[in-house]
T-cell receptor, first 110, second 113 residues
Framework: GENVEQHPSTLSVQEGDSAVIKCTYSDSASNYFPWYKQELGKGPQLIIDIRSNVGEKKDQRIAVTLNKTAKHFSLHITETQPEDSAVYFCAASRTYALNFGKGTSLLVTP | ETGVTQTPRHLVMGMTNKKSLKCEQHLGHNAMYWYKQSAKKPLELMFVYSLEERVENNSVPSRFSPECPNSSHLFLHLHTLQPEDSALYLC????????????FGPGTRLTVL
């Protein structure tokens, strides 16, 4: 089955800096790659997703890049703010079943 | 709020108890999911229902029994659980059983003593 590796497991940045989280996947047939943000006491919430026919997608301060040849994708958050502090999960899928990474705990310090 | 509610939010039960988790979605979606979230592990897909029909049972022990009476409600019936079943149980829904955004509820924090 699909195996998704996510790094780093923890990330601390200063407010205003950029944060990058990287994921690799094993199933070359995967074609849908969502990123979820989970705040304390809440369920994961989709922040951005990308499909395999696109190499990059941007939404305000958040961007995702996909390299299908290397089977890795990354989340980029620019101009980080304290409210960006949360756990971020990547996932890869070729069906309805999402295969998640273990998560990255991001801390943005003022 | 995401439009997916779960009750109870916290549950403590003994190994011999029987309890149920409830999920309700107000989004008009046709697919619903149960996930297990344990510390230091990826979210694990447990069950998938599409139009009230179970389409996936991801090798989950029989002490977990799902029920989907209609497209808006999903239950997870629990009996004779083990301490290692303690985790956050998340319900999600999506428009259909395709590559679509899944909307998650806040989860039920389960502790098995």
């Amino acid at each position: 089955g699909e195996n998704v590796e996510q790094h780093p497991s923890t990330l601390s940045v200063q407010e205003g800096d950029s944060a990058v989280i990287k994921c690799t996947y094993s199933d070359s047939a995967s074609n849908y790659f969502p990123w979820y943000k989970q705040e304390l006491g809440k369920g994961p919430q989709l922040i951005i997703d990308i499909r395999s026919n696109v190499g990059e997608k941007k939404d305000q301060r958040i961007a995702v890049t996909l390299n299908k040849t290397a089977k890795h994708f990354s989340l980029h958050i620019t101009e980080t703010q304290p409210e960006d502090s949360a756990v971020y999960f990547c996932a890869a899928s070729r069906t309805y079943a999402l295969n998640f990474g273990k998560g990255t705990s991001l801390l943005v310090t003022p | 709020e995401t439009g997916v509610t779960q009750t109870p939010r916290h549950l403590v039960m003994g190994m011999t108890n029987k309890k149920s988790l409830k999920c309700e979605q107000h989004l008009g979606h046709n697919a619903m999911y149960w996930y297990k979230q344990s510390a230091k592990k990826p979210l694990e897909l447990m069950f998938v229902y599409s139009l009230e029909e179970r389409v996936e049972n991801n090798s989950v022990p029989s002490r977990f029994s799902p029920e989907c009476p209609n497209s808006s409600h999903l239950f997870l019936h629990l009996h004779t659980l083990q301490p290692e079943d303690s985790a956050l149980y998340l319900c999600a829904s999506s428009q259909d059983r395709g590559l679509n955004e899944q909307f998650f509820g806040p989860g039920t924090r389960l502790t098995v003593l």
